[in-house]
Structures are given as structure tokens and as C-alpha cells.
């Protein structure tokens, strides 16, 4: 028998940006049905590398970044535990002078944003972060930090289930139509009528845009990632290259997380598997820079399905072709950190129709609408 649901907003994807919309509009007292195929937070959000990072975003991500940095010290107040949240700061390295260089124009670019970043000589590497190798210098954010995505993403949709929200996992949405009121969602055995709908499904929410005749060119993308087993500590910070190639993390227990490489897609473009050259040429890259990390045992590797946009900026806003549908995906690799800024102003744009902070980058208008909408997901 099909169940029936008449709420005042429904969210496709229980990932961490679904959930922390979810937890905010029960905030401001409105009924949510939380909507996943899997797992809330079993995608990106909870397997990801937990970089909590402000540092190396373009400027016009730093308002929703430092919305967000405001929010990750509260977790243990909003979601019940504190998600092995860390303030380490974030060093980023530069292997050569150019890369310093850049280093030198993003600190000067991003000023009036007061990340506090602090430009750092070799020598000085060395002494407070106990970092030599074939490295010239680095910039360090001391604000930024660390956590563990497994925790935060799915105690996000459990504090959104127990302020009210109706969280619906293993229920995959497989249509969604305009209707005079609002929308009709269909999703195996239960049938979804709501005012407002947010399109929070990661990697797979370009079907949902496409419907709606809003083509966007995202891409899956898969980052794979290696943990060691524990080390005596010798990382007190989360560590990243300029211009890419490696990152790490030393967890309180001991283990190091390092990221850097892609993975292979499987025949299902949901899954993808670590490629173990890709996982060897991390570790080899890690080990050049970290001591201890030579005789480490890597003791897990895994990868995730990331939504990334051509021009790294996510898509965040209104429908420009369907009132009531609000998007919020394409974070490209960076969405864990900002995420929890994105559901407060995702309960924002619901309520009042508006936000606070300043999303204009990040319309869906900024690609080419379709000409016609692709009723492709009624069938999906
Ligand atoms: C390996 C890896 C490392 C990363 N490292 C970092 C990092 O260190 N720092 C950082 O800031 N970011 C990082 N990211 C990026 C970050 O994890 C993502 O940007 C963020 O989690 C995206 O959240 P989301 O809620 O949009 O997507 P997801 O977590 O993917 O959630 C989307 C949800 O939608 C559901 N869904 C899809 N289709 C449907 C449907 N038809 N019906 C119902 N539900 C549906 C999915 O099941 C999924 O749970 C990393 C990503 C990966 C993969």
C-alpha cells in the first residue's frame, strides 16, 4: 500500500547537505520528509577525507566557508557530539617557488576575509611543523581544522530525525512532477506531496536538474583515500600541496589519513575502487614528506562519488524554470566543510526566499539552459 506524505518541504538526499537543511527548517518549525536511496551520509559526506578547510577556496565561497567555520565548534550542541571536530589549522606547502608564489597572491587576495593565513619560510617548517622534505615554504590557517566524516554526516539526519523530520532511507525518488501546489514526489511505496523541494542529491542530482530543463556539466568524480595504522603523533596539523598531488590528517588516535589520488569507476557509475598504483604513489608521496610514514602499514583504502563542477563552484539557489525547486550540489571535493553553512541558508531561501550570504556565484543560470525539460527521471 502506498504511504502518504503531505509536508511542507521535501529534501532528495540525506547527505550532509540534505540533513543540515533538514535540521535547520525544523529549526524554524516547518515539516521536512528527508528522502534517501541509501543511507543518509553513506555517500561523499561520510566517506570523505574530513578536511574542515577554508583555505584555497576561491573568494567567492569564503562567506558560505566562514558561515560555516562558525557552526562546526557548536556540533556537540546541534547534533550531539562534536564529530571529532579539531581546530588544527591547515598548512599548505609549496614545493617551488612559483607554488609560493601563488601561495603569496591567494593570502593577499583573500585579506579582507580574515582567515588569519600566515606565510611560512622553510626553516620555520621545519621547527614548528616538523616538515622538511623538498618543500620551500607554506601558508598555515590556523582556524581551520579537521573531523571525522563518518560521525558528523549521519548524526547530522539522526538530530534532523529527532527534532521531527521524517527521514525515509532505502527509499530511492524515482519521479518528481509540478503540481498546482507544489510538487508530487514518487519514491517506491511512498508517495510525497510538498510546498517546496531541495535537490540535494550529490552526484546524481544533475537527473533532477535535467528534468527540470536545467542541463548542468557535472561530473562524478572519484577520489580515493589511505589510512594507516596508528603512529606515534608527529602530524598536529591537516596538510595539503599547492597544486594538488597529496593531503593528510593525523587522527588522535594515531592513524594517518591521506588522500591524492582518483579512483576507477566501476560498471555502476555509483561505485568506483581505489586503483592500487593510485593508492602506492600516495603513500610513496606521503612518505617523502613524513618520516614516519616509510615503514607505516596502510591497513584501508576506499574511495567516494564526488559531484564536481567545471568551474570547482557548487550549485547553490533557486530553479531559474521551476518555483518551489531549490538545488544545492556540485560541491567538488569541498563540500564537507562548507555544507553545514549550506543547509542554514538552504532553510533560509525555503522561508523567506532569501539568504543572508551572498550565493549570486553559484546560480544555475551561469549554464545553459535546455531547451526543452528531459522527462528521463520519471523512468530513472
Ligand atoms: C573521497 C572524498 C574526499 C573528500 N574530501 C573532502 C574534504 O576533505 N573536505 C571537504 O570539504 N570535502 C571533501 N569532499 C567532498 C564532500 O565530501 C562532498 O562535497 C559533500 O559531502 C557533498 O555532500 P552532498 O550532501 O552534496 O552529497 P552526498 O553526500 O553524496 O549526498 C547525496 C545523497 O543523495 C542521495 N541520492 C542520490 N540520488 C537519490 C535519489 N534519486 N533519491 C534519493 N536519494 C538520492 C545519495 O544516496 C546520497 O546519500 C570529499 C569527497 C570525497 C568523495
Not at 204 to 211: E, L, Q
Amino acid at each position: 500500500m502506498t504511504r502518504r506524505i503531505d509536508c511542507d518541504v521535501a529534501i532528495i538526499g540525506g547527505g550532509l547537505v540534505g540533513s543540515s537543511a533538514a535540521l535547520a527548517l525544523r529549526g524554524m518549525g516547518l515539516s521536512v520528509t528527508l528522502l534517501d536511496k541509501g543511507f543518509c551520509g553513506a555517500q561523499a559526506s561520510g566517506v570523505n577525507y574530513g578536511g574542515v578547510r577554508r583555505q584555497g577556496r576561491p573568494p567567492e565561497q569564503l562567506p558560505l566557508s566562514q558561515r560555516a567555520h562558525a557552526i562546526w565548534p557548536q556540533l556537540a550542541r546541534l547534533i550531539g557530539i562534536d564529530g571529532e571536530f579539531l581546530r588544527s589549522g591547515h598548512l599548505k606547502l609549496a614545493r617551488s617557488a612559483a607554488d609560493m608564489a601563488s601561495l603569496e597572491r591567494y593570502a593577499a587576495e583573500v585579506a579582507p576575509f580574515a582567515l588569519d593565513l600566515e606565510l611560512i619560510g622553510h626553516n620555520q617548517l621545519r621547527e614548528r611543523f616538523g616538515i622538511a622534505g623538498g618543500v620551500i615554504g607554506g601558508s598555515f590557517c590556523p582556524g581551520d581544522g579537521h573531523a571525522n566524516p563518518r560521525l558528523v554526516a549521519t548524526a547530522f539526519a539522526g538530530a534532523a530525525r529527532r527534532a521531527g523530520a521524517e527521514v525515509l532511507e532505502n527509499t530511492k525518488v524515482t519521479g518528481v512532477t509540478r503540481t498546482f501546489e507544489g510538487f508530487a514526489l514518487e519514491a517506491g511505496d511512498v508517495a510525497v506531496k510538498a510546498r517546496t523541494v531541495i535537490n540535494s542529491a550529490g552526484a546524481w542530482a544533475d537527473n533532477f536538474a535535467r528534468a527540470f530543463g536545467e542541463p548542468v556539466p557535472l561530473e562524478r568524480t572519484y577520489p580515493s583515500m589511505v589510512v594507516t595504522e596508528p603512529l606515534d603523533p608527529f602530524l598536529g596539523v591537516n596538510v595539503g600541496i599547492e597544486g594538488g598531488g597529496i593531503y593528510a590528517r593525523q587522527v588522535t588516535r594515531g592513524n594517518v589519513v591521506v588522500g591524492g589520488e582518483r579512483a576507477a569507476p566501476l560498471d555502476d557509475p555509483d561505485y568506483s575502487r581505489p586503483r592500487s598504483d593510485g593508492v602506492l604513489a600516495i603513500m610513496q608521496r606521503a612518505s617523502e614528506l613524513f618520516g614516519p610514514l616509510r615503514h607505516a602499514q596502510a591497513i584501508r583504502f576506499w574511495s567516494g562519488t564526488e559531484a564536481t563542477m567545471p568551474d570547482r563552484n557548487p550549485v547553490i539557489g533557486p530553479s531559474a524554470t521551476t518555483p518551489g525547486l531549490i538545488h544545492a550540489f556540485g560541491f567538488s571535493g569541498a563540500g564537507f566543510q562548507i555544507a553545514p553553512g549550506v543547509g542554514e541558508v538552504l532553510a533560509e531561501l525555503v522561508r523567506d526566499g532569501r539568504t543572508s550570504t551572498p550565493i549570486d556565484a553559484f546560480a544555475i543560470t551561469r549554464f545553459p539552459p535546455a531547451s526543452q525539460p528531459d522527462d528521463a527521471l520519471s523512468s530513472r
